[in-house]
């Protein structure tokens, strides 16, 4: 029945990004790490408008390919999202090319100390982002992804994520919690961008070790052998409802709520709790269930 739901799923996924006409980009496979499976799909206004593949290596190397059209976050301040803003890293900013279909195609270049490095440039109305840590290659040369059945599918036969060496002793000891806040200031100030410049809020964990942080906590609570995945959706809901309900961004005391008993639920320390139907129909929008609907039934049903 899980495999049933889960082919439903993906289908779904594959055939609403068809449809949104939004061309796909991923690495071409002469440069993967690992193979790419799916790493996030943006909606606004329930339109596609960003698709992420990402290349997860055990051995800690990491590398996201983001499509994706209309307003988007500096080249910089998006790494530094992820590099953090360390005054003792290196930064740069140079002109670089990417390999489009084997076409070169000019692009701007970022790198921040030794490991991280980022690479846009615009295609036919495609704005291409490629992140890496620990990998790159000169030129990056990226494909259209044709199909994105394959990727979709591997995530049912991806190997359970193994603890990073690199990961720092000075993780928060809530990171599902950290993470949450970090994405939330994330899509807030990605709303800013359109308009301004602002601010990246500082941490002193970079938001890809929270990812990780949160993802061994995660396994370690439950035994949670999807831990990645059950982070992703996590992360996924709470933009979702961040994008998606009004209630969620004007309301901060039914935001406080809904956060709390989400990480409840996720984390397996209270399964039960009052939005337990909202976030189930969320996961199973896939089966044609009204996931904004019944979160707006468990905003009005409050106490």
Same mark, same amino acid.
């Given at each position: ?54 290349? %997860? +290596? !055990? ?7 983001? /499509?994706?059209?209309? &307003?988007?976050?500096? *080249? #910089? ?70 199909? %994105? +059945? !394959? ?7 991806? /190997?359970?994520?193994? &603890?990073?060496?690199? *990961? #720092? ?89 809904? *956060? ?44």
């Amino acid at each position: 029945m899980g495999q049933e739901r889960f082919a439903r799923q993906t289908a779904r996924i594959s055939r609403e990004i068809h449809d949104s006409g939004l061309r796909v980009f991923a690495l071409a496979a002469v440069v993967e790490p690992v193979a790419a499976v799916f790493g996030n799909l943006v909606e606004t206004g329930g339109e596609i408008t960003a698709v992420q593949v990402e290349y %997860p +290596a !055990p051995d800690g190397r990491w590398v996201q390919v983001e /499509s994706a059209r209309g &307003p988007l976050a500096p *080249l #910089r301040l998006l790494l530094e999202q992820r590099a953090g803003r360390d005054a003792g890293l290196n930064w740069s900013q140079e002109a670089g090319t990417l390999l489009v279909d084997g076409r070169p195609v000019p692009a701007e270049t970022v790198r921040a100390g030794d490991r991280w490095r980022a690479w846009r440039c615009d295609v036919e109305g495609i704005r291409i982002t490629v992140l890496g840590r620990d990998w790159a290659a000169d030129p990056v040369p990226v494909v259209t992804l044709a199909d %994105p +059945a !394959p990727m979709l599918d591997r995530l049912a036969t991806a /190997s359970p994520v193994q &603890p990073w060496q690199h *990961l #720092r002793s000075n993780a928060p000891r809530e990171p599902h919690r950290v993470l949450i806040e970090t994405i939330l200031s994330r899509d807030i100030e990605h709303s800013k961008w359109s308009v301004e410049i602002g601010a990246m809020p500082d941490s002193s964990v970079v938001p890809g070790e929270l990812w990780e942080a949160a993802v061994l906590r995660q396994r370690e609570l439950g035994d949670d052998p999807d831990a990645e995945r059950s982070i992703r959706d996590m992360v996924h809901l709470v933009s979702s409802l961040q994008h998606e309900a009004d209630w969620f961004r004007n309301d901060a005391d039914l935001r406080r709520r809904a *956060l709390a008993e989400i990480l409840l639920k996720v984390t397996g320390l209270s399964p039960d709790v009052p939005s337990s139907a909202a976030q189930e129909a969320w996961r199973h929008r896939a089966d044609g269930r009204d996931w904004r609907a019944t979160w707006r039934d468990w905003a009005a049903g409050r106490p």
